[in-house]
């Protein structure tokens, strides 16, 4: 059985930073395509970074502030936000998607296999 656990989430300050971190079991991590997406209230969830062997993609509002690491010995998989913005709040949720997928087409489409549970992230003072 697979799983997707999200852990890091919770209440930060405008300007502040978190690391969110995503452990999956139950999969071969290296074989995977794996992303973030969030969903903010009353919006449409995105995708905000995915990562695979050929590419890797940011959603643009992100750039700069967010990143992505993963180390295809071992999990977790990490994003640490930077200069977090209320317009960041939402829930967050690791995903991952066969290899098939890039990183770029699992975030534009929002294409997976496996999702977790997902973390909450209110960026709020």
């Known amino acids: 059985q697979v799983q997707v656990v999200e852990s890091g989430g919770g209440l930060v300050q405008p300007g502040g930073s978190l690391r969110l971190s995503c452990t999956t079991s139950?999969?071969?991590?290296?074989?995977?395509?794996m992303g973030w997406f969030r969903q903010a209230p009353g919006k449409e969830r995105e995708g905000v970074s995915c990562?695979?062997?050929?590419?890797?993609y940011y959603e643009d509002s992100v750039k700069g502030r967010f990143t992505r690491s993963r180390d295809d010995a071992k999990n977790p998989l990490y994003l640490q936000m930077n200069s977090l913005k209320p317009e960041d709040t939402a829930m967050y949720h690791c995903?991952?998607?066969?290899?098939?997928?890039?990183?770029?087409?699992?975030?534009?489409?929002?294409?997976?296999?496996?999702w977790g549970q997902g973390t909450q992230d209110p960026v709020s003072s």
């Open positions: 995903a991952a998607g066969e290899a098939t997928r890039n990183g770029v087409t699992m975030c534009r489409t929002g294409s997976t296999d496996y």
């Open positions: 990562i695979s062997t050929s590419a890797i």
């Open positions: 139950g999969l071969t991590f290296a074989d995977y395509t």
